[in-house]
């Protein structure tokens, strides 16, 4: 078909890109039905997946825990080195493992559909979005700049992790188990923020035990939020907001508890999904979820193609940037939330810490994963090495190391961290943490703020109204015009850079210098944690040979040479060896109506098998 608009040639670049965006379909490109309902259907197949695992408790099969809250709040609040290693395992083999295969099937038929639209493959489509030729090597630069602040970060938590487990499970001069660092990924570090804390006689800033003090509750948190996007001459949310968005994860059925913001595009229709947990992480979480719904409400004046981000990293910046100022003890003392407020060189090097944990120990999982994704897409990463090249990045650029071997032929840890089966790009976020910083540098000048970067809370300055007015200009432009004009508006400046975030972690740089004299930065690559076989939940096999980890017993698949893991007598007879029970546990059931009508009998497919299980 002739196209109707010559677009190609208009003269009126806003009209061209309009037209250039309107044509491109993304996936909806795949033209033969079939494979597009195949490719939805993979989507939703991993979504549900990933939102309904499970780990089942080694000597207690019923009782479960859920990734939210149960799994998380363990990976949070634990310092038991072998209960955090049955969170961190029993979450990869509920969820990664059981994603690998659709997500290759997947990949296929991505690009397929990304190809009919003219694209090489997935990652190259997703890097367009940001248009910018050099992309990669501008990352590349940035990463560069910043790795050796994440290299001093992670030799003083690991110091202070051998001070914690021991320097045999720890080692000095090696990467860190992966299960220790208080998250499910190791994304970020601010729930060990007590097992690291610099000065650990000065107050605290961590202020969850106030607002639970206080009786904080999560309408509370999303109201505090919402002050202060007020406060900067920010649109509030409006009314049905506040009456349709989901605030705690409700308990009479299964929803994504990953937290997430939406427009509808009618009416002021903008809700938040969010299974919000009262502590000082989700009140961030809280501002992040609200930066998106800010950008929402501002650039809703715009033909429908342009109501986005300038590029994906400025929506997810929007947030953290209100968030930068919030989290400054100046701003949690003159909202009641950190009772003393003390001016003294120490205690600003336990906040930067605090800040350090989130902001900089995540910049090397941010850039990583779309590192791996992209060489997915593109071919240059197959199936068979989906695991090995994961571990491979995440040794490389976190310093980190599975507590337990990886079995390449089962395990897809890629597959246990949320944006994976949900199909998200993740490399906006590593752009959003470093933008966010050049941002909140533009916004305290603008406030008229003069002092150090860490200490500003743009709504303290006098002339925050200016700050508040040019950010409002920049979010009402949304994706009019390529990002860097609307960088400039805020900014003054059309580049991403390191520097801003190298300055607001200065002090913390100083002094983190000074603790790693006698360390060796960097972990060689070779060292991996010793592990209790039996301890841990494995088993050995009759023959009597290596370790077996408990999600291999029975799930059809020869592990031991002597297939004692897959004995008959020892997979239908469950006779107290608990390990047996983990790859037995009901989330493995196949289908959930089955489950209702023989609640004591579990099903489970593999590849090769249907077995059952009398629990
Ligand atoms: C993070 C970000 C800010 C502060 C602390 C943080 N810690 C870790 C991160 C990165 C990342 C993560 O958890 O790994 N954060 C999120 O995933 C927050 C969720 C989201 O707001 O980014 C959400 C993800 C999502 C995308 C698509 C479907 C479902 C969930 N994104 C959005 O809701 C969204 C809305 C509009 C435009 C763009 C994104
Ligand atoms: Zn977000």
């Not at 499970?169 to 992966?178: F, H, K, L, Q, T």
């Not at 994504?256 to 947990?277: E, G, Q």
């Not at 909202?335 to 944990?357: K, R, S, T, Y």
């Amino acid at each position: 078909m002739p196209p109707e608009y010559d677009w190609e040639n208009f003269s009126n670049v806003t009209v061209k890109r309009l037209f250039s965006m309107i044509t491109t379909l993304g996936t909806a490109a795949l033209e033969d039905e079939e494979k597009l309902e195949q490719l939805n259907n993979l989507l939703s197949e991993m979504e549900e997946i990933y939102s309904t695992g499970q780990a089942c408790e080694y000597d207690d099969p019923k009782t479960c825990l859920d990734l939210n809250p149960g799994l998380e709040d363990c990976m949070a609040d634990s310092t038991d080195y072998n209960r955090l290693l049955f969170c961190w395992e029993g979450w990869r083999d509920a969820a990664g493992r059981r994603l690998g295969d659709l997500y290759s099937q997947f990949v296929e038929l991505s690009n397929e559909a990304v190809r009919a639209d003219g694209w090489n493959d997935t990652g190259e489509y997703w890097r367009s979005w940001y248009e910018t030729a050099d992309l990669q090597q501008q990352l590349e630069t940035i990463y560069q700049d910043l790795q050796p602040l994440y290299q001093n970060l992670h030799a003083y938590v690991r110091r202070k992790l051998i001070n914690t487990y021991g320097a045999e499970m720890v080692n000095a001069e090696g990467p860190i188990p992966a299960h220790l660092l208080g998250n499910m990924w190791a994304q970020t570090w601010g729930n060990i923020y007590k097992l690291v804390i610099p000065f650990p006689n000065k107050p605290s800033i961590d202020v969850t035990d106030e607002m639970v003090r206080q009786g904080y509750d999560a309408r509370r948190m999303f109201n505090l939020s919402d002050e202060f996007f007020r406060e900067m001459g920010q649109i509030p949310m409006p009314g049905s907001f506040w009456d349709r968005t989901m605030f705690v994860r409700p308990d009479d059925r299964e929803v994504v508890c990953h937290a997430s913001a939406w427009d509808f595009y009618l009416d002021n229709d903008v809700r938040i999904k969010m299974c919000t947990k009262v502590n000082q992480e989700d009140l961030v979480t809280v501002h992040h979820e609200m930066g998106h719904i800010e950008y929402f409400l501002q650039y809703a004046h715009q033909p429908l193609p342009f109501r986005e981000g300038a590029n994906p990293g400025f929506h997810e910046a929007v947030g953290d940037l209100l968030a930068l100022s919030v989290s400054t003890p100046a701003h949690l003392n003159k909202v009641g939330l950190l009772p003393e407020l003390v001016d003294d060189p120490e205690v600003d090097i336990n906040f930067l810490m605090q800040m350090a944990l989130e902001k900089i120990a995540f910049l090397p999982f941010g850039y990583l994963i779309d590192q791996w994704r992209w060489r997915v897409f593109d071919g240059s990463t197959t199936k068979d090495k989906y695991n090995e090249e994961w571990w491979k990045l995440r040794t490389q650029y976190q310093g980190i190391v599975p507590p337990v071997p990886r079995n390449p032929d089962k395990d897809f840890d890629a597959g246990s961290k949320y944006h994976v089966p949900a199909n998200t790009p993740y490399i906006r976020y590593f752009v959003s943490f470093v933008i966010q910083f050049q941002f909140h540098e533009a916004m305290c000048s603008l406030s008229g703020y003069t002092g150090d970067l860490h200490k500003c809370d743009a709504s303290a300055g006098a002339m925050k109204d200016v700050a508040g007015s040019r950010l409002a200009e920049m979010l009402r432009m949304g994706k009019s015009q390529p990002w860097p004009e609307a960088f400039e508006v805020l900014t003054g400046d059309r580049e991403m850079s390191a520097a801003a975030i190298l300055q607001y972690f200065a002090p913390l740089i100083d002094w983190l210098e000074k603790q790693n004299e006698n360390e060796t930065l960097g972990w060689n690559n070779g060292w991996t944690p010793p592990y209790d076989c039996e301890g841990t939940g494995g088993f050995t096999c009759l023959e009597g040979s290596r370790c077996v980890r408990p999600a291999d017993k029975c799930d059809g698949i020869q592990d031991c040479d002597d297939n004692s893991d897959e004995d008959p007598i020892l997979c239908e007879t469950p006779n107290g060896r608990s390990s047996i029970y983990r790859a037995f546990s009901c989330d493995m059931i196949y289908s959930g109506n089955n489950m209702e009508a023989y609640p004591d009998i579990c099903f489970f497919f593999t590849s090769k098998h249907l077995l059952t299980i009398k629990l």
